[in-house]
């Protein structure tokens, strides 16, 4: 049987970094399907996906932002912070290269 373990803290999750974790989510989230669409019509790219993939990069940069600003406040649970923060980054990265290689 696993030990309980409980959290003795007045520390809380901030709203920020919360927030920046949905944006990443989602945000990655559009990059996959974008993705997994192309993929599916052999390289055949409609407009629309071009743009769902630069909204998801305005998405990373705006939660990238967020993460840090939470991360960087006094007496917080750090867990949503870095979650949003990674994964606004991988979103950041796999949308720029998309959008570089002008696919």
Known sequence: MAKKRYL????????????????????????????????????VVPLRLGAVVLLSVFFGVTGLVMGIMSHMEPDVLLFFPKLGIVLNAVTILIGGVILYMGV
Do not use: H, T
Not at 18 to 41: D, M, P, R, T
């Open 8 to 43: 003795f803290s007045d520390k809380k999750n901030p709203e920020k970094g919360v927030f920046s974790s949905f944006l990443g989510l989602i945000g990655l989230l559009g990059v996959c399907l974008a993705l997994l669409i192309s993929y599916k019509n052999e390289g």
